[in-house]
């Protein structure tokens, strides 16, 4: 009687959580037939598992003759998860199985990682204890963390002495690749039914409930306390634009609640002013600088001076009555009346005093 309750308890366990892994999209080194749906790396996540051939179009097969072998799901988003279920490619023979597949396996790993770095994630399981005789065609491996990429990998090294057994080079031979975890976040339990217990956990331990990542903005073993001063996001580890009050950046996503600094713009004030623009809001328009990309976006300063007629740190003023030309060095000619002596390029707009000519009014007649 003990024995069948344990049984249905496993049995209930087993259907509780959900594939997640399931028409995810998917990606392998090395494909065996690039562009040949028959080893494609989809294959391993399309739920099918009744032909484990080669040739039956249910496996991700990686190209022969390989030291490194890779497949990895998408999960699309980040989820919390129970544990990994690998079928291997068997031919419908164990012998076969054994004698001919088995020694490229030998050796793999399975990781979780947020990206499709491996190094990056979570180590759920190394083999460093099968052999041909003892690896089982369907694998799995309890796996409690919570990521967005299940990734297969393995590898022979050179000047590596590796264990009997084991092939010189390897392959994926994945028919079937389930993730069995939540489909969302933020919960817990059998039937991922139980909130986690700390309100500003987003990612907790999916049996026991131990908050394994926070919401962002938060941080703390519980979550409980808000990101310090100057960050956000999640682990608290981005940093604040230019808020014009840094106190006034949100904890959560980093806007600036009260606008940014002068010379720049943005929610989380992190881009400069475009080319032309600074200041508060980016509302004040360059001067007359020799390159307007040098202006300051911050006050509007020409770093490489001003065009021709204009001086100032700005290069918005005119020079003055009687001068004109690059940073106004040149002096008007003997025009009509020295208010009119165009400030660019020094011509007499009313012409010459009596005894002069020429646009400039230099020239003595």
Request: proline fraction near 3%; hydrophobic fraction near 25%; aromatic fraction near 12%.
């Amino acid at each position: 009687m003990l024995s069948m309750f344990l049984l249905i308890v496993v049995f209930w366990i087993s259907r509780a959580y959900v594939n997640v892994a399931l028409n995810k999209p998917a990606y392998q080194q090395y494909p065996l037939i690039p562009g040949d749906d028959t080893y494609d790396a989809s294959n391993a996540v399309d739920g099918r598992k009744s032909n484990l051939h080669l040739l039956g179009g249910q496996c991700a097969v990686s190209g022969i003759g390989r030291t490194t072998a890779t497949w990895w799901v998408n999960l699309t988003s980040i989820h919390s998860i129970h544990r990994i279920t690998i079928y291997f490619r068997t031919d419908k023979f164990d012998s076969f199985f054994r004698t001919i597949l088995a020694g490229e396996l030998l050796g793999f790993s399975v990781y979780v990682s947020n990206t499709t770095d491996r190094s990056q994630g979570t180590l759920c399981f190394t083999d460093d204890n099968f052999t041909i005789n003892t690896i089982p065609p369907v694998f799995t491996t309890n796996c409690f963390v919570h990521g967005q990429y299940v990734i297969y990998y393995n590898e022979r090294l050179p000047g590596v002495v590796y264990p009997d057994g084991y092939a010189r080079l390897v392959s994926n031979y994945l028919c079937e690749v389930e993730v069995y975890g939540c489909p969302v976040t933020g919960f817990y339990g059998s039937n991922c039914s139980i909130p986690c217990p700390d309100v500003n956990c987003q990612y907790c331990h999916i049996e026991t409930s131990t908050c394994q990542g926070c919401k962002p903005g938060y941080q703390g073993h519980h979550c409980e306390l808000e990101c310090d001063r100057g960050s956000y996001g999640i682990g608290c580890n981005e940093t604040c634009g230019h808020c014009r009050d840094i106190s006034q950046c949100s904890h959560i996503n980093g806007t600036c609640l009260t606008g940014c600094e002068a010379g720049f713009k943005g929610d989380v004030c992190k881009s400069d002013c475009d080319s032309g623009s600074y200041g508060v809001d980016c509302n004040e328009i360059c001067g007359n600088c020799l390159n307007e990309s040098q202006c300051s976006h911050i006050n509007g300063t020409c770093f490489t001076g001003c065009n021709a007629g204009y001086e100032g740190d700005l290069c918005k003023t005119q020079c003055n009555r009687g001068s004109y030309g690059y940073e106004c060095n040149e002096t008007c000619g003997h025009c009509r009346n020295k208010s009119y002596c165009f400030p660019i390029n020094g011509t007499c707009l009313t012409g010459c005093d009596v005894g002069y000519e020429g646009d400039l009014c230099k020239t003595r007649e």
